[in-house]
């Protein structure tokens, strides 16, 4: 098994954790046993949950409130987890949002801000924590990226871009942790009934994707969990998905682009 040993002083650092697929991956890892760390900025939501699988499974669940565009505030969190005597384990990378105008009828700040949560935070606390699993020979990281890593989206070029990111760091960074003990896997979910494509302005992406696409964050869950404790590299939860995927990096972009930018506007 790849993920760890659950113990009294080992946490899983999930963030993203107040909705989703983070708060859907705090419960798989605290059904089988594991803390958890639970990091957003909803901190009442967090604190619902934390109480439900303090609760349900018997685990210890903390609650660290923190805004991860926010430089000051994710440096401090290693502080804030170490003050509570716990050696994080797993950590599980999935705070993240999109966007879905154009990139010049998009706000500065909000690409910029983009980037500082997909990219930026996900390398910050993976540089912290890998060397940490490193020296006890064991951890586990899962990246949370998309299948829109596998194409560039216009329409969401900033966001199609930081998960391409995702997805390329996490596969380098997989295959330099072989033979080590500790394992690094990135997941790619399709669309997924969660907050995120209302918060990204996607209004039109539940008439507009195929039912057959989505899948539920439980699913998506599930898979990530496993494939972590299988040791994988990258996976693209559903069948379609992987289809899609491939096509997506294999298309000729000349003919791709113009196909993606038509379907990727009409969700808007």
Same mark, same amino acid.
């Given at each position: 098994?790849?993920?760890?040993?659950?113990?009294?002083?080992?946490?899983?650092?999930?963030?993203?954790?107040?909705?989703?697929?983070?708060?859907?991956?705090?419960?798989?890892?605290?059904?089988?046993?594991?803390?958890?760390?639970?990091?957003?900025?909803?901190?009442?939501?967090? /604190?619902? %949950?934390? #109480?439900?699988?303090?609760?349900?499974?018997?685990?210890?669940?903390?609650?660290?409130?923190? #805004?991860?565009?926010?430089?000051?505030?994710?440096?401090?969190?290693?502080?804030?987890?170490?003050?509570? +005597?716990?050696?994080?384990?797993?950590?599980?990378?999935?705070? +993240?949002?999109?966007? +879905?105008?154009?990139?010049? /009828?998009?706000?500065?700040?909000?690409?910029?801000?983009?980037?500082?949560?997909?990219?930026?935070?996900?390398? #910050?606390?993976?540089?912290?924590?890998?060397?940490?699993?490193?020296?006890?020979?064991?951890?586990?990281?899962?990246?949370?990226?998309?299948?829109?890593?596998?194409?560039?989206?216009? +329409?969401?070029?900033?966001?199609?871009?930081?998960?391409?990111?995702?997805?390329?760091?996490?596969?380098?960074?997989?295959?330099? %942790?072989?033979?080590?003990?500790?394992?690094?896997?990135?997941?790619?979910?399709?669309?997924?009934?969660?907050?995120?494509?209302?918060?990204?302005?996607?209004?039109?992406? #539940?008439?507009?994707?195929?039912?057959? %696409?989505?899948?539920?964050?439980?699913?998506?869950?599930?898979?990530?969990?496993?494939?972590?404790?299988?040791?994988? /590299?990258?996976?693209?939860?559903?069948?379609?998905?992987?289809?899609?995927?491939?096509?997506?990096?294999?298309?000729?972009?000349?003919?791709?682009?113009?196909?993606?930018?038509?379907?990727? /506007?009409?969700?808007?």
């Amino acid at each position: 098994m790849a993920l760890p040993q659950p113990s009294d002083s080992a946490t899983a650092l999930i963030t993203g954790a107040s909705a989703g697929i983070g708060e859907a991956i705090a419960r798989e890892l605290a059904g089988h046993g594991h803390g958890v760390t639970l990091v957003a900025r909803r901190e009442d939501r967090l /604190r619902t %949950l934390a #109480d439900e699988l303090s609760e349900r499974f018997g685990v210890r669940a903390e609650v660290v409130g923190a #805004d991860l565009a926010d430089d000051a505030a994710r440096g401090d969190l290693p502080r804030r987890i170490s003050e509570l +005597g716990l050696d994080v384990e797993i950590l599980v990378n999935n705070a +993240g949002f999109g966007g +879905g105008e154009d990139f010049v /009828r998009t706000e500065r700040e909000r690409l910029l801000s983009m980037v500082e949560v997909n990219c930026v935070a996900l390398l #910050d606390l993976q540089a912290v924590y890998l060397p940490q699993m490193l020296e006890r020979d064991r951890g586990a990281v899962i990246n949370i990226a998309s299948t829109a890593a596998f194409q560039p989206l216009p +329409g969401a070029a900033t966001y199609g871009a930081t998960k391409a990111f995702v997805l390329s760091l996490s596969e380098a960074v997989h295959e330099e %942790l072989k033979g080590t003990g500790v394992t690094l896997t990135a997941v790619c979910p399709g669309p997924v009934k969660t907050e995120f494509t209302e918060a990204a302005g996607l209004k039109g992406a #539940d008439e507009q994707v195929p039912g057959v %696409l989505w899948m539920s964050a439980e699913s998506v869950a599930k898979q990530a969990v496993d494939a972590a404790a299988d040791g994988k /590299r990258a996976i693209v939860p559903g069948l379609l998905n992987r289809a899609g995927a491939l096509t997506g990096q294999h298309a000729p972009r000349m003919f791709a682009l113009p196909i993606v930018k038509r379907v990727w /506007r009409r969700t808007l």
